[in-house]
T-cell receptor, first 111, second 114 residues
Framework: DAKTTQPNSMESNEEEPVHLPCNHS???????IHWYRQLPSQGPEYVIH???SNVNNRMASLAIAEDRKSSTLILHRATLRDAAVYYC????????????FGEGTQLTVNP | AAGVIQSPRHLIKEKRETATLKCYPI?????VYWYQQGPGQDPQFLIS???????DKGSIPDRFSAQQFSDYHSELNMSSLELGDSALYFC?????????????FGPGTRLTVL
């Protein structure tokens, strides 16, 4: 399975944008890029996913490199509630695929 | 909106005892996943079910078994409990009809083995 690499931790200030990087140099053509986050004492929560094109939703934006070997999750205005561990996960095209959590990025948001 | 329900939320057992964790997926979701998260660790996939059949199996010990019932709820049965089984157990559900492979996680069951 293709692996992802993320920084262990990042810090941001409240109301500033946050760019969370993820490297996945061995990604295959059928791998979707998913982002989940886990707030303290909660189950993981879906954030966004994409295949080749950049994606936007109400929570975040996902920028995918042209060669798909890296991606960046963008939180446009970080809030204190965005403090969480963010996981970049590759998942096969088939529905029902397991999520393989690697070592995500612990995001700290400073007031 | 309805979410994934897990019960119990907390469970304390002694070594060598058995435990049963229950998961009630979001209505109309037909796929259930189980994940284990040890202290300070990342969630690890255990097993999944689609339409009451096992669809995928991860690093689930032989002492554990699981099934999905006709109403789509799932149970994770754990026997001969060991100290190392102390962890958060998350259940997630999804439906191929809805967003692609988006998994909705429950609040988890915290199992403590003494």
């Amino acid at each position: 399975d293709a692996k992802t690499t993320q920084p262990n931790s990042m810090e941001s200030n409240e109301e500033e944008p946050v760019h969370l990087p993820c490297n996945h140099s061995t990604i295959s053509g059928t791998d979707y890029i998913h982002w989940y986050r886990q707030l303290p004492s909660q189950g993981p929560e879906y954030v966004i996913h994409g295949l080749t094109s950049n994606v936007n939703n109400r929570m975040a934006s996902l920028a995918i490199a042209e060669d798909r070997k890296s991606s960046t999750l963008i939180l446009h205005r970080a809030t204190l509630r965005d403090a969480a561990v963010y996981y970049c996960i590759l998942s096969k095209k088939t529905s029902g695929s397991r999520l393989t959590f690697g070592e995500g990025t612990q995001l700290t948001v400073n007031p | 909106a309805a979410g994934v329900i897990q019960s119990p939320r907390h469970l304390i057992k002694e070594k060598r005892e058995t435990a049963t964790l229950k998961c009630y997926p979001i209505p109309r979701h037909d796929t259930v996943y189980w994940y284990q998260q040890g202290p300070g660790q990342d969630p690890q996939f255990l097993i999944s079910f689609y339409e009451k059949m096992q669809s995928d199996k991860g690093s689930i010990p032989d002492r554990f078994s699981a099934q999905q019932f006709s109403d789509y709820h799932s149970e994770l049965n754990m026997s001969s409990l060991e100290l190392g089984d102390s962890a958060l157990y998350f259940c997630a559900s999804s439906s191929p009809i809805l967003r692609f492979n988006e998994q909705f996680f429950g609040p988890g069951t915290r199992l403590t083995v003494l």
